[in-house]
């Protein structure tokens, strides 16, 4: 059974930073790309960041120059610093991994809260 878990989510000022990590267990199978998505109350889930196996990596563009995300391979851990927060990052993030076989696990969310 494959396991994300999440932590480094909280309340923050904005113009604050926080960063979220996000941890991969029990896959019989290699992980390989990971991401980072959101859904604020009353909003679809949304893409924010995505990283490959190589390193490769997408943005949200609403988060483009304030967000980076990144991966410890070996840990099978994707990070994500998120600098300069503003009050419409606030939502619920989630990560994801993607195994050999294309199959998408979940973790359960963790709450950012920007907010003075």
């Known amino acids: 059974q494959v396991q994300l878990v999440e932590s480094g989510g909280g309340l923050v000022q904005p113009g604050g930073s926080l960063r979220l990590s996000c941890a991969a267990s029990?896959?019989?199978?290699?992980?390989?790309?990971m991401g980072w998505y959101r859904q604020a109350p009353g909003k679809q889930r949304g893409l924010v960041a995505r990283?490959?196996?190589?390193?490769?990596?997408n943005y949200a563009d609403s988060v483009k120059g304030r967000f980076t995300i990144s991966r410890d391979n070996a840990k099978n851990t994707v990070y994500l610093q998120m600098n300069n927060l503003k009050p419409e990052d606030t939502a619920v993030y989630y990560c994801?991994?993607?195994?050999?076989?294309?199959?998408?696990?979940w973790g359960q969310g963790t709450q950012v809260t920007v907010s003075s």
């Open positions: 990283i490959s196996t190589s390193g490769s990596t």
């Open positions: 029990g896959s019989r199978l290699s992980i390989n790309a």
């Open positions: 994801n991994a993607y195994n050999s076989l294309g199959y998408v696990h």
